[in-house]
């Protein structure tokens, strides 16, 4: 965290503080080192493999923005999910969860930190959440309602405490860098999954397929479940890892964003998604508006090109083919031969015609698959007889939500590209390039997203939450940044640098 001591006061004071956290290190290491004697006796010394962990759990005491990153892997490799659902275990989410809010506030109290920017910021999300619960109010479901905004409270909580903790540059590195190594181990599992064929072993759920007979082969699922939203997650990380390959500092953090946006490149193809291929060209794209390709970044493109070129399935050009179907001059739906888009067609369809029969406050929260089958059956596109959600994000919120609902989500979202745009422009021109470059890689991730959730609805979910507030976190890294600067050159032109 950033902070000026200007008095003796309050630096006797940093002292003092100083002095308690270390007692706190102390005692926990203590507390640790009974723990794990006491374990050892019982388990056997396999509990040692425990202790790096505990180490890193005490160093977030110190630099929190360390058990962010932790959790930023967990929420992007959906770590919480796999371990408790599909292994049956306790999954570290929630105890992580807990730890960083402790941490966060005995450095609140210990340190009396208080972030710049967090309580604005912040605010946007709590205005959110009033309005959810007024969804739930007027819901006819309410028990689903509810479920649903406790899910969305939860995903909010987490996305406060990125805000709190990331305010350097240093802090927005390390959680960057976190949600790199997610993607290089997800998209690393199923490269070799698809390669080695070794579809019946699940590695420990991270290796998650699914077959489809559109395509007549497995397609990779990660740990996501469905193939669509993996490869949308897999391509924000994929221009996070290519921006990091690109202007990464350490040799060593540099070859690993290049090996993990090579993995995920691969892996988007072997999901079979054609909305996922379309997101990733226009994630790149818009990356490259921000960013002229120099050499480098010809080269690497090139590279990865030639890489996916080499495992391409043999009819993936022509199931891309298919997405010609979708031209808006096709007037009549029931001439569409894939059923994958008659029964999006569908779901849309219920969704325009919920919105216009509840304009105002919609069905309400997570209410439109309640009256799915009523709405599908008048409609007589979708054979299938179960409740569904829209396959657009936008609809969704327009049926659930209805319009003062979307008005809402879609005004926090412009301000998010607004902030960005700005704090890009800003930190491009006073030379702090470094960073300029990552809040371009973070807009064109988020674009790619919003993108995508045109004609899909998995974007509402604790990554979402976490990429809408490490975006923030960039602007408020920003805001820093330049703030620092006018106040170390107040009567003079700002000095350039390229970290």
């Known amino acids: 965290m950033q902070k000026v001591v200007t008095t003796e006061k309050q ?3 940093a002292l003092l503080s ?8 102390g005692l926990v290491a203590i507390v640790a080192g009974i723990v794990i004697s006491i374990a050892a006796g019982q388990l056997g ?6 202790i790096p962990g505990i180490l890193i759990l005490v160093s977030a005491i110190s630099k929190p923005d360390i058990g962010i990153a932790m959790l930023m892997f967990v929420v992007f490799a959906q770590v919480q999910r796999v371990m408790s659902e599909i292994n049956g275990l306790p999954g570290p989410g929630k105890p992580l969860v807990g730890f960083v809010f402790i941490v966060i506030v005995l450095r609140f109290m210990v340190f009396n930190e208080r972030p710049i920017n967090w309580v604005t910021n912040s605010l946007l999300f709590g205005g959110y959440a009033i309005f959810l619960l007024l969804s739930v109010v007027t819901a006819d479901n309410t028990d689903t309602a509810y479920i649903e905004f406790i899910d969305v409270i939860q995903n909010l909580a987490i996305a406060s405490m990125i805000l709190f903790v990331v305010q350097n540059t240093s802090s927005l590195k390390n959680t960057v860098r976190s949600i790199i190594v997610a993607g290089l181990f997800m998209s690393a599992i199923s490269v070799i999954q698809n390669v080695t064929k070794t579809y019946s072993y699940s590695y420990f759920g991270f290796g998650g397929w699914e077959y489809s007979g559109y395509v007549d082969r497995p397609r990779m699922t990660g740990p996501y479940e469905t193939p669509n939203p993996y490869a949308q ?15 990464e500092y350490k040799t060593a953090w540099r070859i690993v964003s290049a090996l993990a946006a090579g993995l995920i490149a691969l892996a988007i193809i072997f999901t079979d998604s054609r909305g996922g291929f379309l997101n990733f060209v ?24 030639l890489l996916i070129l080499q495992f391409l399935p043999s009819n993936y050009t022509a199931r891309l083919l298919t997405l010609f179907e979708l031209n808006p001059f096709n007037s009549n739906a029931s001439q569409l031969t894939d059923e994958s888009f008659r029964g999006r067609t569908s779901e849309n369809l219920v969704a325009w015609r919920m919105f216009l029969d509840n304009p105002v406050l919609g069905v309400g929260l997570d209410n439109y698959s309640q009256y799915y089958l009523d709405y599908s ?28 609902g979307t008005t809402i989500f879609l005004a926090l979202i412009t301000l998010i590209f607004v902030k960005l745009g700005r704090t890009y422009i800003r930190l491009d021109k006073m030379g702090f390039k470094n960073e300029a470059y990552m809040t371009s890689a973070l807009f064109a991730a988020m674009a790619g997203y919003m993108f995508m959730s045109i004609y899909k609805n998995s974007a ?4 979402f ?35």
């Open 233 to 247: 997650v897999l391509a924000v990380i994929f221009i996070l890892a290519f921006e990091r390959a690109l202007n």
């Open 282 to 305: 226009f994630t790149v794209f818009v990356f490259f508006l921000f960013n002229r390709p120099n050499i480098p970044a010809i080269f690497i493109t090139f590279a990865v090109g």
């Open 18 to 25: 100083l002095d308690k956290i270390n007692i706190i290190f």
């Open 465 to 499: 939450w976490s990429l809408v507030a490490l975006c923030l976190a960039a602007s408020q890294v920003g805001e820093n940044i330049i703030k620092q600067e006018n106040e170390t050159t107040p009567n003079s032109k700002p000095m350039k640098r390229l970290a």
């Open 11 to 13: 630096k006797h004071s």
């Open 377 to 404: 059956r008048q409609i007589g596109l979708d054979p299938r007889r179960e409740a569904r959600d829209p396959a657009s994000l936008y609809l969704q919120l327009l049926a659930n939500q209805g319009l003062l």
């Open 460 to 463: 509402n979910t604790n990554v």
């Open 45 to 50: 010394w396999i509990v040692l493999f425990a």
